[in-house]
């Protein structure tokens, strides 16, 4: 199964990557893509977060650690973005967000996977990033696949 992959550069826009996990996964459901379209966020903040936080969080109890583990980006984001406005009122920018997409089609679903590649430039959210899909033998391949592979 060949995979393709595109990388996506919100910067410090929340809301628009908000959008465009809104937009895919309105698309997984609509065409039934389950295990087809696969997506993973980065987000430099969280990663920041959870490095200068852990000591304070060492000391509280376990049970909330784990809660906010196990829980999505999106909603353990809010309770990180007020601290942040609360502790310095110039910062509110929150830190770069990067979407990764994996969309893994065997030979036979070509059309579908020829109507998703027409879709993303025209869609609001990824138009404005001109998004250009990554195949197998492309030289950053192996680096989105890696990338990819690292996020959880």
Known sequence: MAHIYFSFDFGTDEEKAQ????KLEMWKQAFRLDKKMLYKFE??????ALSGDGAEKSEE?????????????GKAKPHG???????????????NVR????????GHEKMTEDRLLKK???EQPFSEMSPKPVK?????????EAKFDSLD
């Open 136 to 144: 197998d033998g492309d030289p950053e391949f192996g680096e989105l």
């Open 99 to 106: 979407l990764y997409l994996r969309l893994a089609f065997s």
């Open 61 to 73: 109890a376990e049970q909330p650690e784990k809660k906010g583990k196990t829980a999505k980006a």
């Open 43 to 48: 987000r430099e903040s969280d990663e920041e």
């Open 120 to 122: 993303f430039p025209a």
């Open 81 to 95: 973005k007020k601290k942040e406005d609360s502790d310095d009122g110039e910062e509110t920018a929150t830190g």
């Open 19 to 22: 959008q465009a996990r809104h």
